[in-house]
């Protein structure tokens, strides 16, 4: 059965930085995605960026390009996102996800493309 625990989730001030991770057990990190979606109050679910799992390559969001970075460390079968330059808007709740094949949905990041979710970590940006 595959798990995801996310965690690295906090309170920072505008400006600052912080790395989530996501550790997954029983997935095979082979020809499928793995990814970051967050979720603030009132909105629906949004995809932030993803990675395929076999060469790394990456896509992001336009809100976060330049500002966040996702890697695989698959020795450690562990997810990364590193934020960096936060802003209030980037206040929610955010998941880990993956996915059992390469969609189109997928790469795009939209929730269809995902099997797997995590319970999510809280980030919270505010002066």
């Known amino acids: 059965q595959v798990q995801l625990v996310e965690s690295g989730g906090g309170s920072v001030q505008p400006g600052g930085s912080l790395r989530l991770s996501c550790t997954a057990s029983?997935?095979?990190?082979?020809?499928?995605?793995m990814a970051w979606f967050r979720q603030s109050p009132g909105k629906e679910r949004e995809g932030v960026a993803v990675l395929f799992t076999n060469s790394g390559q990456s896509r992001y969001d336009d809100a976060v390009k330049g500002r966040f970075t996702i890697s695989l460390d698959k020795a450690a079968n562990t997810l990364y996102l590193e934020m960096g330059s936060l802003k209030p808007e980037d206040t929610g709740l955010y998941y880990c996800?993956?996915?059992?094949?390469?969609?189109?949905?997928?790469?795009?990041?939209?929730?269809?493309?995902?099997?797997?979710w995590g319970q999510g970590t809280q980030v919270t940006v505010s002066s």
């Open positions: 996800a993956a996915s059992t094949s390469l969609t189109v949905e997928g790469w795009r990041l939209e929730l269809a493309g995902f099997d797997y």
């Open positions: 029983g997935y095979t990190f082979s020809r499928n995605y």
